[in-house]
Structures are given as structure tokens and as C-alpha cells.
């Protein structure tokens, strides 16, 4: 028995698995308990100015993380129309 083509659904679940990480990360850690930015201006931030230039790099990350989650969704759906993935709970 053929194991099949496991690179698709290995490359899905990286995709999605970095994107719903970066959702974690930006919402916990940035929004939430505000830990840290990806741009780290001054912490606190000390005026108007790098409150905006931390909020504007956070912003750029979170689209990221939408960009990599729907390319995992994507990916995964063209997984699931091939004949040669094997769709097993082991994989």
C-alpha cells in the first residue's frame, strides 16, 4: 500500500499553522496583554507618534497572519481535490 503524497497536506498545516500562531500572537500578545509590538518604538510608548508607528507595524503583522491563513486554507482545499493525498489521521 502507497503512503500517497503527504507534501500537500504538510504544507496546508505549516501555512495554517503560522498563520493561526501569528492570530494568537497579535491578539494576546499585542492587543490583549500588550506585551510587545513589532516595532519596538520606546516602551511605553512616550508620545502620539510611536504609539502610531507600533500600531501601524502591528497592523502590517496581522495582515500577514491573514495572508498565511487563507494561503493554509487554500492550500488545503487544493489538497482535498487530489486522487494522490492520502487523507489518514496519522498525517
Known sequence: MS????GPLVLAGLLLGVGLGGF???ILLHQILQWHHMLSTPLPPDDVVNIKV????DGLFHAF???V????VWALWRAGQR???PWSTRT
Do not use: E
Request: glycine share 14%; proline share 0%; hydrophobic share 50%.
Open 54 to 57: 507600533n500600531m501601524f507595524w
Open 65 to 67: 497572519t491573514w495572508l
Open 69 to 72: 491563513t487563507l494561503a493554509g
Open 24 to 26: 494568537v500572537d497579535g
Open 3 to 6: 503512503a500517497g503524497n503527504r
Open 83 to 85: 486522487s494522490d493525498v
